[in-house]
């Protein structure tokens, strides 16, 4: 059974930073795979914050570019984001997800974490 195990939420001020933590479990292949965070608010739609494949290539949400950068580890067992300069625009519940394809588009994505809280005051 696959598992994504997201951590690192929490509450900052306006101009901080925080880093998010994923960790798969489960998850066996040989072929090419993306991972990747989106974030949602109550009563609004999830969206693609980034994104990572299995040869590196990123693709960032334009809201996030230059303040948010995504990495994995060697073998891509965990993803990170760091997450700097934050907004309260970036208040949302954050998660974690893998699938097959390198997008922004949650569709597509096949497993998903259950969430981690990222709270920014002004």
């Known amino acids: 059974q696959v598992q994504l195990v997201e951590s690192g939420g929490g509450s900052v001020q306006a101009g901080g930073s925080l880093r998010l933590c994923c960790t798969v479990?489960?998850?066996?292949?040989?072929?090419?795979?993306?991972m990747g965070w989106f974030r949602q608010a109550p009563g609004k739609a999830r969206e693609g914050v980034a994104t990572i494949d299995t040869a590196g290539a990123t693709v960032y949400a334009d809201t996030v570019k230059g303040r948010f950068t995504i990495s994995t580890d060697n073998d891509m067992n965990t993803v990170y984001l760091q997450m700097d300069n934050l907004e309260p625009e970036d208040t949302w519940m954050y998660y974690c997800a893998l699938g097959t394809y390198r997008t922004l588009l949650h569709r597509y994505m096949d497993y998903w974490g259950k969430g981690t809280l990222v709270t920014i005051s002004s």
């Open positions: 479990y489960g998850y066996c292949t040989s072929s090419r795979f993306s």
